[in-house]
């Protein structure tokens, strides 16, 4: 079965600032899809970064990039110029490519930026 | 576009008594649905996934009996929490998907469910 870490509970930066999120994973597939999705306190699901597991090149929105390491398995989200509406918790989530394409997410993060 | 609305946002039930929430896909035919729980300060866990005609593949530990979902059509999951307790107080998520794995996932925005 897949499963996803996030090993950093909480975190924290300062506005403007630079911030990356862990996220490690576990899969013997080798066709998958990986995301980051920011949940703010209204508790909405906002998709962040999705990453295709086929694509070397790794995946950029705007201030929101990632560094996906497949051999690792490890995909890690970068938020540039962090804004006080980055405030939420993050979870990265996996995809399989069968199975239902199920979406299996990690414990979370909750990141705090400080004014 | 790609809208899933979920109902009731809140819903307030008394033990023994069983409640029904609904997830739609508004703007697009679903061709499956993801039923997720979240406990405070956790991650979603996925309780099933619901395809339109067929039974519903539960995950390991979620009891079938207690939940029961149904996915009548290609725009219409629901789940019935049976004989609620306190226990199962929490936030439930549905998210629809139309097509292939590689589809993006559209998430409803939630139902806080307490049991008295």
């Known amino acids: 079965a897949q499963t996803v870490t996030q090993s950093q509970p909480e975190m924290s930066v300062q506005e403007a600032e630079t911030v990356t999120l862990s996220c490690t994973y576990d899969?013997?597939?080798?066709?998958?899809?990986l995301f980051w999705y920011k949940q703010p306190p209204s508790r909405q699901m906002i998709l962040v970064i999705r990453?295709?597991?086929?694509?070397?090149q790794n995946a950029t929105e705007n201030r929101f990039s990632v560094n996906f390491q497949k051999a690792a398995k490890s995909f890690s989200l970068k938020i540039s110029d962090s804004q006080l509406g980055d405030a939420a918790m993050y979870f990265c989530?996996?995809?399989?490519?069968?199975?239902?394409?199920?979406?299996?997410f990690g414990q979370g993060t909750e990141l705090s930026v400080k004014p | 576009g790609a809208v899933v609305s979920q109902h009731p946002s809140r819903v307030i039930c008394k033990s023994g008594t069983s409640v029904k929430i609904e997830c739609r896909s508004l703007d697009f035919q679903a061709t499956t649905m993801f039923w997720y729980r979240q406990f405070p300060k956790q991650s979603l866990m996925l309780m099933a996934t619901?395809?339109?005609?067929?039974?519903?593949?539960?995950e390991q530990g979620v009891e079938k009996d207690k939940f029961l979902i149904n996915h009548a059509s290609l725009t219409l999951s629901t789940l019935t929490v049976t004989s609620a307790h306190p226990e199962d107080s929490s936030f439930y998520i549905c998210?629809?998907?139309?097509?292939?794995?590689?589809?993006?996932?559209?998430f409803g925005n939630g139902t806080r469910l307490t049991v008295t």
């Open positions: 990453q295709e597991a086929y694509k070397q």
């Open positions: 989530a996996y995809r399989s490519s069968n199975q239902g394409g199920k979406l299996i």
């Open positions: 619901s395809n339109e005609g067929s039974k519903a593949t539960y």
């Open positions: 899969t013997s597939e080798s066709d998958y899809y």
């Open positions: 998210s629809a998907v139309k097509g292939p794995s590689n589809s993006p996932l559209h």
